[in-house]
């Protein structure tokens, strides 16, 4: 199922701001809400923070992971 469709935006901004944290939190979070809330693309948001696309999927996956979603 898709996150987008299971929560709401308020509870996956809530998880994505409970979940994320250590170095680069903030851009991880940033990162994660114009994924799963904004629906960026992964070239578009690897684009806009100057990063692979190959991190950008690692840091969505992982919070996927610690959330229990993947």
């Known amino acids: 199922m898709n996150l987008k469709t299971k929560y ?3 509870q ?3 998880l994505i701001n409970e979940w994320v944290i250590g170095r680069n ?3 991880n ?3 994660i ?3 799963l809330i904004d629906g960026m693309t992964i070239p578009e948001i690897a684009e806009k923070y100057d990063l692979s696309e ?3 999927k690692t ?3 992982d919070f996927k992971r610690n959330i229990g979603e993947l």
């Open 29 to 31: 979070r940033a990162i």
């Open 59 to 61: 840091i969505i996956r």
């Open 54 to 56: 190959t991190r950008v």
């Open 8 to 10: 709401t935006r308020s």
């Open 33 to 35: 809400s114009d994924k």
């Open 25 to 27: 939190s903030k851009r």
């Open 12 to 14: 996956l901004e809530h």
